[in-house]
């Protein structure tokens, strides 16, 4: 299967700390999507870092890309309780379609 | 002031019954899919359509069919529901095709079948 895993499952952190989650995949990419998703809501659409690019800001959102290692970073700095939310990367292969991870549900806690 | 809207949100019903569920997205969107989430929230492609044109058909069963009347619109009619239907679907659209850049998603639609 070409979806991705992501790790960990499940994060709990304190409110302040810094989130990481990881994504590694199988076949080379075009892009990789990372989106969150809040419960009982649609998945909503974070980052894209293409196959050349290595790293990728957006706002308190730190992405890393290393296609070497096929695998990615999404970095959540100074985490506040509203960013907790399952994460899901999301690679491109081709222009058809994208292959969904497994996702890591994060926790905040106040 | 939705961009992808879908009904209806939930939706029980029972084996054997045939139903549907409706996209539509304001953002004038060229291409728009269908997705089901299992309850392990693993997110699984099932159709695309680009310009009302099906790209996409992840051997979904043929109970499961959808229809793009213009390019604003994708629609899912399921035949014959069966227990293993039961699922969140989600409606999502993208300005071009889906490996290029980013999709917006609806806010899906919890099917139970009993």
């Known amino acids: 299967s070409q979806q991705g895993e992501e790790d960990p499952q499940a994060l709990s952190i304190q409110e302040g700390e810094n989130a990481t989650m990881n994504c590694s995949y199988k076949?080379?990419?075009?892009?990789l999507q990372w989106y969150r998703q809040n419960s009982g809501r649609g998945l909503v659409h974070l980052i894209l870092?293409?196959?050349?690019?290595r790293e990728k800001h957006s706002g308190r959102l730190r992405v890393t890309l290393d296609t070497s290692k096929k695998s990615s970073s999404l970095l959540i700095t100074a985490s506040r309780a509203a960013d907790t939310a399952s994460y899901f990367c999301?690679?491109?292969?081709?222009?058809?379609?994208?292959?969904f991870g497994t996702g890591t549900r994060l926790q905040v806690f106040p | 002031d939705t961009a992808v809207s879908q009904t209806p949100k939930y939706l029980v019903t029972q084996m054997g019954n045939d139903k549907s569920i409706k996209c539509e997205q304001n953002?004038?969107?060229?291409?728009m899919y269908w997705y089901k989430q299992d309850s392990k929230k693993f997110l699984k492609i099932m159709f695309s359509?680009?310009?009302?044109?099906?790209?996409i058909n992840e051997t979904v069963p043929n109970r499961f069919s959808p229809k793009s009347p213009d390019k604003a619109h994708l629609n899912l009619h399921i035949n014959s529901l069966e227990l293993g239907d039961s699922a969140v679907y989600f409606c999502?659209?993208?300005?071009?095709?889906?490996?290029?850049?980013?999709?917006?998603f609806g806010p899906g639609t919890r099917l139970t079948v009993t």
């Open positions: 999502a659209s993208s300005q071009t095709l889906a490996g290029v850049g980013e999709q917006y």
């Open positions: 076949t080379s990419i075009n892009n």
């Open positions: 870092i293409r196959s050349n690019e």
């Open positions: 999301a690679t491109a292969h081709n222009t058809d379609k994208l292959i």
């Open positions: 953002l004038g969107h060229d291409t």
């Open positions: 359509y680009n310009n009302k044109e099906l790209i």
